[in-house]
C-alpha cells in the first residue's frame, strides 16, 4: 500500500474525489488546514478606509488515501489532472491493519 497526501490551496477536493471513484479508492480523509506556502495570501481590505491587512496563513486543503501499489500512478494522473495548484507526497506504507476485522494490508 501506498499513501497519497495532497495539499491544495484551493478547493478542488470535489473533482479530485469524483476522478478517484473511477479508480476504486476505498476512501480518503479530507482536512481542512491552516498554513502559509511561498507566495504571500491576499491582502484583505479591512475597514471603510484604506487600511491593508495580509494575513500570515490560509487556508489550505489536505487529501489523505491509501491505494494499492499498483494503482499508485493512475491515482497521482487523476490528481493533477483535477487540481489546480497543490503538492503530491507519495509515501510506502509498512502496513495497514483494520481494527474490526484484522484484515492487513489490501485484504
Keep these: 500500500m501506498i499513501r497519497i497526501?495532497?495539499?491544495l490551496p484551493n478547493?478542488?477536493?470535489m473533482?479530485?474525489?469524483?476522478?478517484?471513484k473511477a479508480l476504486d479508492v476505498g476512501g480518503l480523509t479530507v482536512m481542512k488546514k491552516r498554513g502559509r506556502g511561498k507566495k504571500p495570501p491576499p491582502e484583505i481590505h479591512a475597514g471603510k478606509g484604506s487600511m491593508i491587512f495580509t494575513p500570515q496563513f490560509t487556508e489550505k486543503y489536505v487529501m489523505?488515501?491509501?491505494v494499492d501499489e499498483g494503482k499508485?500512478?493512475?491515482a497521482i494522473k487523476?490528481?493533477?489532472e483535477n487540481a489546480s495548484r497543490g503538492k503530491?507526497?507519495?509515501t510506502p506504507n509498512v502496513h495497514m491493519i483494520d481494527i474490526e476485522s484484522g484484515k492487513?494490508?489490501?485484504d
Excluded: C, P, T, W
Design 11 to 13: 478547493n478542488d477536493v
Design 15 to 20: 473533482a479530485i474525489s469524483e476522478g478517484l
Design 104 to 106: 492487513m494490508d489490501s
Design 5 to 7: 497526501d495532497v495539499y
Design 78 to 80: 487523476i490528481i493533477q
Design 88 to 90: 503530491i507526497i507519495v
Design 72 to 74: 499508485k500512478d493512475e
Design 64 to 66: 489523505e488515501l491509501f
